[in-house]
């Protein structure tokens, strides 16, 4: 981490990676603009420096002029109103899950209360800004994400399939609380073990392996969470065949909340950043979570999560045969390799400048289909109008 004094900052100043007030307050994601507000937002709190781990991006020249819009315009796409909300609303949560998580931490006394208001917050974000929320935890600028970070995500995704399930309001909070907690035992480890990005001994893996009890305690006994809620965390790491743990659990002697978690929480493994890899494209997550043939997951859940998901989810970036890139956003249940588009780059190899392009829907349009899912980070290497081609 490097500081930066606050009166060198200018509006419209990006950097590579997350800005951040201090440990654990976010001013700006990597690649967002800082605007006007963020800077007399610092003013107004009397704040002289920030800190960051990236570099400033620095404007291209003209003569660079293709490849910086080629690596801006994935961007713009998420800078609508409704994605800034999502932004906001989701940076403020994390906050607040932060402190929580430093109080179980140092075990700290703590009421369900905080965490049912967290829980509220992105129930409500999510009935609001149902597919801009997917698009961003695929694809948003979260920055490298930890602990905090799968929490949210998991109770968002765990959310979605509980109520394509049908579930029950109460039952659908359980299942909403349970996953934003379920490794939250996860804490009460040895800091140099959970924090560790290389390979980890045997010792350190038993003690890995313990977490998911930690979790159950801390939710039934400090948090006073009904049973149904700790035994969904307890059994988040169980699997259909019953090679998982801590008890080897099979198929339905684990909960149903369990078996969503455990997909979700996979899921949300291969599509977040972790500092020890790079994140997966939500197409790739979702064929290695089909992969599965009924090893880890309830296949009926797994069917509920790709109805939930799609083959392509929101917020995927494709190739259409006739060479156009665009956006996935919105799927079709019937069809779920026919979902619409949004066109982000013409068949030239030319951008729809914020946001503006058509949007096709492929089940109508029998000329069109998809021909692979793109990696955004491909999308860099677009200057000069060299499409990716077919694999």
Known sequence: MRTLPV?????????????????STLLVPERVPI?????KRLERWKVETVRTAGQEIVARTTGEEGEAQSGSFFQQAFNTPEQQQVLKTYSEVAQKLRKIHQRVKEQEDLEAAEIDRIIDGVLQLLEARRHEMIEF???GFQGEAGYVENAINSAVLSSLIGINS??????????????LLHDIGMLRLPEEIFNKSGKLTSEELK????????????????????E????????????????????????????????IIAVVDSFEAMVSK????????GYNAIRAILSDNGRRFDPEILKIFIRTMGIYPIGSIVLL?????????????????????????????????????????????????????????????????HAPQPQ
């Not at 998911?212 to 939710?219: E, V």
């Not at 307890?234 to 078996?259: F, K």
């Not at 392009?357 to 021909?371: K, M, Q, S």
């Open 321 to 385: 045969n006739d060479g156009k890139i665009g956006r996935v956003v919105q799927n079709n249940v019937d069809a779920p390799l026919k979902p619409r588009v949004k066109i982000m780059i013409n068949e030239k190899g030319q951008e729809y400048r914020n946001d503006r392009g058509e949007i096709v829907d492929l089940f109508d349009d029998r000329t069109l289909f998809i021909t692979r899912a793109v990696d955004p980070k491909e999308l860099s290497a677009q200057a000069g109008g």
């Open 7 to 23: 009166k060198d900052l200018k509006p419209g100043m990006q950097f590579d990676q997350p800005v951040y007030v201090d440990d």
């Open 35 to 39: 605007k006007e507000k963020d800077l």
């Open 274 to 281: 972790r500092p020890y890899r790079n994140s997966m494209i």
């Open 207 to 226: 003690q890995i392996k313990t977490h998911p009890i930690h979790s159950y305690k801390i939710i039934t006994r400090e948090l006073h969470y009904p």
């Open 166 to 179: 049908g579930m029950a309001k109460h039952k659908l909070l359980h299942l909403a609380t349970a996953a």
């Open 137 to 139: 935890i695929l694809y």
């Open 228 to 259: 149904q809620v700790g035994l969904a965390a307890l059994q988040h790491q169980e699997r259909w065949d019953g090679t998982g743990y801590p008890r080897g659990l099979s198929g339905s002697s684990i909960i149903i909340p369990a078996r």
